[in-house]
């Protein structure tokens, strides 16, 4: 009985393990020299210049300026996931509308928030919730949650009306379903602390 439970859920089962792994702290908290946005396929520099004043952080183009006492890590590692649902807000969004759009769905309202454990979710009254760290994913795979949870607001469930609304909408779904499952592996530390 066990066995069988095992093989039908191994998906699900290892999913909650890669969850719990990044939960757990499986990556390195460093602060960074560089942040590359897969989604966006934006890359930035990160600088740090110490100086006798809180940490600031300035966003130059390409580049990230923090200043100030950089020894206050945890206060500067606050100040780069500030700023991360900032660029997770400005990408995500808009692709969401357009996703909405080309599809013919609509939802009320969209947020971004630094979620542990969640890549998204989509509430009674159409309000859906990005993760911000979907930053740090493929944009086939930002493409797919975004579906995922647009189809939410026809179906609040799984039911097998929504994983065919999910398929008529994004054909390799079940591919970016695994890899969106493994995807806690490329989200650095900094951004989940």
């Avoid at 990556?27 to 989604?39: G, K, V």
């Avoid at 969209?110 to 979710?121: E, I």
């Avoid at 995922?148 to 909408?169: D, G, K, P, Q, Y």
Wanted: charged residues 25%; aromatic residues 8%; hydrophobic residues 40%.
């Amino acid at each position: 009985l066990v066995q069988q439970f095992v093989a039908r859920h191994r998906d699900w089962i290892q999913r909650k393990v890669e969850e719990l792994r990044h939960v757990a702290g499986g990556h390195s908290n460093a602060l960074p020299a560089e942040i590359l946005f897969p989604a966006s396929g934006q890359r930035y520099a990160v600088e740090y210049q110490p100086a006798r004043h809180p940490p600031r952080l300035r966003h130059c183009g390409e580049r990230l300026l923090v200043s100030g006492e950089l020894e206050r890590e945890a206060l500067v590692r606050h100040l780069l996931q500030r700023w991360l649902l900032r660029a997770a807000h400005g990408h995500l969004v808009p692709l969401l509308a357009a996703a909405a759009r080309q599809h013919g769905l609509d939802f009320r309202r969209a947020q971004v928030r630094r979620q542990r454990t969640r890549w998204g979710s989509c509430s009674r009254a159409g309000t859906i919730s990005l993760n911000a760290c979907l930053m740090f994913q493929s944009p086939d795979v930002v493409r797919y949650l975004l579906v995922h949870e647009l189809a939410h607001t026809v179906h609040m469930n799984h039911s097998r009306r929504f994983w065919r609304l999910v398929e008529r909408m994004e054909g390799d779904w079940q591919v970016l379903d695994r890899e969106l499952g493994r995807g806690w592996r490329h989200v650095p530390g900094w951004a989940t602390a």
